[in-house]
């Protein structure tokens, strides 16, 4: 049996909240691994391959390719193993495999082999004389005879994103950054109570002010040592060990009355003083946000593990509500409209604050910011299929709070995703060593059944990649982060070549552009001559041309005078020549063609012949002098002449 390029495993399955069990997520949270959360950034890779890859294969940019071929595609922490399953016309159906974003000593090693470059080499054996001009050293291209690998191309351009990830510990390690979290926590929280749709229906519901009597009482005193302390509360009075409305009105009663007046009519009037239900359902709901935050970091805020996982645990939306704060349940869209998205974006803004510390303090920039972070940046939990959703539709921003646990770590990251432009190396890999290494492999781990973590097998080799091809290689034999399905890129999915390319003959393509044609030419006959020359046109029956009242043109009556200069004249000259030389016994061309009036000028729409005419008339299909004074081909004055022959010709006989 032997394992090799042509076989196609499954698929990565990626685990997030759509594929778990409820339980799981809570007690367990599945999938916090750096390999299970990055496999998405090999999807979204897949994604734009699938878009560009046929048509960059016909460009020549992947260099000589064919059925079965394997290629490499190398950036600063993505690396993906690519190969051609089947070609066909006009599309190519293949299969990619993410490698780890942090891989091994090994694959390390390999990956700078293939960045570095040959140019500096100037050895010749023993000598450094230096390469000739525009060539490699010997040294270089001696090495390069050995390796089974090559570089076709050293920039190829996707569309991805560039991660930027920084610990959260280190920046929330002292109080006060602490205290700047939780201030935008609570403006966040007013945000978006008071930009709610509902927030109408939540000030005039007695139930709801029922159950909140006690925050609208002036001297309400808020305990919890365990919640609330000075360290990271602006509201907070040491002398009564609490928070009280007073206290709380001092701070944000000012951003309260801001956000009320951007509200949108009808509700402008919206009372907001200090005794008003807006602030005591403002003042509950903050209550509600910390304490909430508190009981997730198990009532240790003080200690910077348990405020991180505290904060990590509401912002995969698990809200611990007391018994205290019972009455959020009247209307849940308090808790999934309100206190969890002010949690997101209150980590947004505390990112934004390192590099303009005192911008926010004003409430206009404030509430401009988050509106536009609301709407451009995409802000949830990794574990969310919104998230997944986001990345494969190519949002222009994104950020997360990120818990890995890996090999005795237990850290916690804020990855931020800007869309961009990736560059990769294209390494074209011999595809009978692919298939040589993947046997090898299943030879070793099956049937010799070597377990051993260090083995040979996987250890670099630059000369023929042997750790990056054996870890692409499908589980047990490989560890690959993501193996995708098989894909197929058409060709007129290229967004270069539709510009070029006139794309599949279709009948509706052919109909189309017959169409086209057809439009452009009777736009073209109907448009006036730029000179100020009249050109008739269907549209015009009761007009005259030149002031001529007769079927011939003026300038084809002898003695006439024309209204055309000579140099534009043209054909109309030629052909009243014509009919001159052909006219026998004298026979003028008005009297050929005609005098009665022509159907066109008069408006009868009359086509039978005039009176008087020879036997065999033909009416023309359209006036000559409509012709000759327009821009028509030369296929229809030759009509014309062919008509006035056979009318003189039968004068003459007559």
């Not at 140019?119 to 001009?133: K, N, Q, S």
């Not at 750790?467 to 499908?474: A, E």
């Amino acid at each position: 049996m032997t394992f090799g390029p042509s076989v196609v495993p499954s698929s990565t399955r990626r685990v997030d909240n759509s594929n778990t069990r409820l339980v799981v997520q809570i007690e367990k949270d599945p999938g916090n691994d750096d390999n299970n959360l990055n496999s998405i950034f090999y999807e979204h890779l897949t994604r734009a391959l699938q878009e560009s890859l046929c048509g960059d294969l016909a460009l020549g940019r992947w260099g000589n390719y064919s059925s079965g071929d394997c290629f490499i595609l190398a950036s600063d922490y993505l690396n993906a193993f690519v190969h051609l399953i089947e070609i066909g016309n006009g599309l190519v159906t293949f299969q990619l495999r993410g490698l780890e974003f942090r891989g091994t000593y090994c694959q390390q090693r390999e990956v700078e082999a293939i960045m570095e470059g040959d140019e500096d080499d100037r050895g010749c054996c023993c000598c450094d004389p230096g390469p000739l001009p525009h060539l490699l050293s010997c040294n270089a291209a001696f090495n390069l005879r050995w390796l089974t690998w090559e570089i076709t191309r050293t920039q190829y351009i996707l569309e991805g994103y560039s991660i930027i990830d920084n610990n959260a510990a280190t920046m929330l390690q002292v109080f006060d950054l602490r205290r700047i979290l939780i201030r935008y926590y609570i403006k966040s929280i007013i945000y978006y109570m008071v930009t709610s749709p509902k927030l109408l229906l939540w000030i005039k519901n007695e139930s709801l002010l029922k159950s909140l009597q006690p925050f609208a009482k002036w001297h309400y005193i808020e305990r919890d040592l365990a919640m609330f302390n000075i360290n990271t509360d602006d509201d907070y009075v040491p002398c009564l060990q609490g928070i009280t409305r007073a206290s709380y009105c001092n701070v944000y009663l000012e951003w309260i009355q801001y956000c009320a007046r951007k509200r949108q009519e009808p509700s402008k009037n919206l009372d907001s003083d200090e005794d008003s239900p807006l602030v005591t359902l403002s003042f509950a709901l903050c209550i509600l946000g910390r304490r909430a935050l508190g009981t997730a970091a198990h009532n240790m805020a003080l200690s910077l593990d348990s405020f991180l996982y505290g904060l990590h645990t509401l912002f995969k939306g698990d809200f611990r509500i007391t018994a205290r704060d019972e009455w959020v349940f009247a209307d849940m869209d308090l808790l999934h409209k309100v206190v969890a998205p002010a949690i997101r974006m209150s980590l947004k803004l505390h990112q934004d604050q390192f590099t303009c510390p005192d911008e926010y303090e004003d409430p206009g920039v404030l509430y401009e910011a988050i509106q536009s972070f609301e709407k451009k940046v995409v802000i949830c939990h990794e574990g969310d299929p919104a998230w997944r959703g986001a990345v494969l539709s190519n949002k222009e921003e994104l950020l997360t709070l990120r818990h890995v646990v890996d090999e005795g770590t237990d850290e916690y990251k804020v990855i931020m995703l800007h869309r961009t432009f990736l560059s990769f190396k294209v390494i074209k890999v011999n595809k009978e060593c692919v298939r040589g290494l993947w046997a090898g492999q299943q030879q070793e781990l099956i049937f010799l059944r070597n377990r051993n973590p260090e083995r040979g097998s996987i250890q670099n080799n630059k000369q023929v990649l042997r750790n990056l091809i054996n870890s692409s290689c499908d589980q047990p034999l490989g560890y690959p982060m993501y193996v995708s399905p098989l894909t197929t890129s058409y060709l007129g999915t290229h967004r270069q070549l539709q510009s070029v390319w006139s794309g599949p003959v279709t009948l509706d393509g052919i109909r189309t552009w017959f169409r086209t044609k057809w439009l452009s030419r009777e736009s073209s006959t109907e448009q006036p001559r730029k000179d100020g020359t009249h050109h008739w046109s269907p549209h015009e029956g009761t007009q005259r041309t030149g002031g001529c009242s007769g079927r011939s043109p003026c300038w084809l009556v002898p003695g006439a005078p024309s209204p055309l200069p000579e140099s534009h004249q043209g054909p109309a000259l030629h052909l009243q020549k014509v009919l001159r030389e052909t006219s026998p016994g004298g026979h003028s061309p008005g009297d050929a063609l005609g005098t009665g009036p022509c159907p066109h000028q008069t408006g009868t729409g009359s086509r039978g012949p005039p009176p008087g005419s020879p036997v065999g008339y033909r009416p023309p299909l359209e006036h000559p002098g409509c012709l000759l004074g327009g821009s028509r081909s030369p296929s229809w004055f030759t009509e014309e002449l062919e008509f006035c022959r056979e009318v003189t010709s039968s004068n003459h006989s007559g």
